[in-house]
């Protein structure tokens, strides 16, 4: 079982169209990401040193993501789940850009097509969202279940992604 992030992190903050960031990460690797409205403690623990600098790569990317210029994140992550849990969380980012699958159909593709609930547990526990796009995942019926930054934030992400990659296609075509 993977433990939770490291006490002595550093964090900043990431101003998005969706209100500020929580972004955490030790000298190495990104550690988590938390909206705004998540229902976890949104804020960094009191052992925790801030120092937005750290984060310049993490930033230039989201800034990228957010303005539709980038449809894949290339960074460094720290991943202390179960081994379910990075099996979901490797799969996740191998769903297209723009672009949704049921947590059945997840389920499916990493071989255990019977786990679609534990593939939602999993998702839930993904602590680096849009980086890693547990936002794509939705029910079977298309309908747009749980999402740790809210379901508002999860319409957000989704319109954002399929307007870009409608755009990217009409440039293409």
């Known amino acids: 079982m993977g433990r939770g ?16 960031l929580l972004v955490a990460g030790d000298a190495e690797r990104l550690h988590l990401i938390r ?7 949104g804020e960094p623990r009191a052992e925790w040193r801030r120092d937005d600098g750290v ?10 993501y957010f303005a539709g210029k980038l449809t894949r994140f290339d960074l460094p992550l720290w991943r202390a789940g ?4 990075n099996t979901v969380w490797s799969a996740l980012c191998r769903i297209p850009f723009g672009e949704t699958v049921s947590y059945g159909a997840l389920a499916s593709r990493i071989g255990k097509p019977n786990a679609s609930r534990a ?16 936002h794509r995942v939705i029910g079977s019926d298309k309908s747009l279940t749980g999402f740790g930054g809210g379901i508002e934030v999860k319409k957000f ?17």
Do not use: M, W
């Not at 490291?6 to 998005?16: A, E, I, V």
């Not at 909206?35 to 403690?41: L, Q, V």
């Not at 593939?119 to 547990?134: E, F, S």
């Open 35 to 41: 909206f705004p409205s998540e229902d976890r403690n």
């Open 55 to 64: 984060f310049a790569e993490t930033f230039r990317q989201l800034d990228a």
């Open 119 to 134: 593939v939602g547990g999993a998702n839930g526990a993904n602590p680096l969202p849009i980086v890693v796009p547990c």
């Open 5 to 20: 992030p490291d006490p002595k992190l550093t964090y900043g903050y990431f101003h998005s169209p969706l209100g500020p």
């Open 82 to 85: 179960t081994a379910f849990q």
């Open 157 to 173: 992400l989704l319109a954002h992604e399929q307007s870009v990659a409608a755009n990217n296609r009409l440039r293409t075509a």
